[in-house]
């Protein structure tokens, strides 16, 4: 019940804000950022201009906010589909050293934005005059998120694995994914394979899960009780379920790991990112 006075960028620089969130894409990231940082402010970036930059973190406010300091103006706010894993997988990197990672995502047409959105529903109402994606994606999915590049895996696949090596200081995990878009409008979902570096009982891996921050543990098979884009869509946790051992390797087990792609994918966790920022007085 108020009224907002939308201003230019140009003008937003002059009034050197504490903290200015970017979701405008990459371009307008590249180009916009640094005014923003040279005034002092705080910029939180949501697309992947910055991610990889040696100098800028990427953050993931359960995992590794305090690299941010007084110095760190830019902020990276990770991909969708890797902030949920990381959130999942970290406490139990911490204890038992994770050797390597196989991802499976089945990801929301949300993540290509409105349009894509709009294809789904007008395909369900029998319009397929537009598409966003080559291919129709309703009663379908499409093996295909991003670009294809030389070796075969898609940008949306890379960036899943140089993220999560970021993200988690650990350059040595060997991480291979399979990005996968599905008819769901909200929610992404993974099937993630890991194998440890050390043995462990599978009761204690439940109950690392359970008492991690931001996570929300949905695993009763006798009950069918198990985490779906349906009743994860506008919550802010990362839901966990289907925890097993994975009886083909030694240390391994297999998670199904889904969250709303829009809040903790993204601008959940960027408004916990400011939210360190203001409760550690840097700003």
């Not at 919550?235 to 390797?249: E, P, Q, Y």
Request: glycine share 6%; net charge negative.
């Amino acid at each position: 019940d108020k009224e907002t006075t939308v201003i230019n960028i140009s003008e937003a620089i002059k009034q050197k804000p504490d903290i200015a969130i970017f979701s405008a894409g990459g371009a307008i990231s590249k180009k916009f950022a640094k005014d923003f940082a040279e005034a002092g402010t705080f910029v939180i970036d949501n697309s992947s201009a910055w991610r990889m930059h040696n100098d800028i973190p990427l953050v993931v406010p359960e995992i590794n906010a305090d690299i941010i300091t007084s110095e760190t103006k830019i902020i990276a706010n990770p991909n969708c589909s890797t902030i949920q894993m990381v959130v999942a997988i970290n406490p139990l990197h911490k204890k038992y050293s994770i050797k390597r990672l196989v991802i499976s995502t089945y990801q929301s047409v949300s993540g290509s934005g409105i349009k894509a959105v709009q294809q789904l529903k007008n395909e369900r109402d029998g319009d397929f005059s537009e598409k966003e994606y080559h291919y129709e994606i309703d009663m379908n999915v499409i093996p295909h998120g991003g670009d294809f590049t030389d070796d075969g895996y898609t940008t949306e696949e890379i960036k899943l694995i140089n993220e999560t090596h970021k993200i988690l200081s650990s350059p040595e995990i060997k991480i291979t994914s399979t990005v996968v878009r599905v008819p769901v409008t909200g929610g992404h979902s993974e099937a993630i394979n890991i194998e440890f570096e050390k043995p462990f009982e599978l009761n204690d891996i439940k109950k690392i899960i359970s008492n991690s921050k931001g996570i929300t543990v949905y695993d009763n098979p006798s009950e069918n009780c198990y985490p779906m884009p349906k009743y994860a869509k506008g919550k802010d946790d990362v839901f966990v379920g289907r925890i097993r051992r994975d009886m083909s390797v030694d240390n391994g087990i297999n998670i199904w790991v889904v969250a709303d792609n829009l809040r903790k994918g993204a601008a959940t966790n960027a408004v916990q990112i400011a939210e360190y920022l203001i409760n550690k007085k840097l700003v």
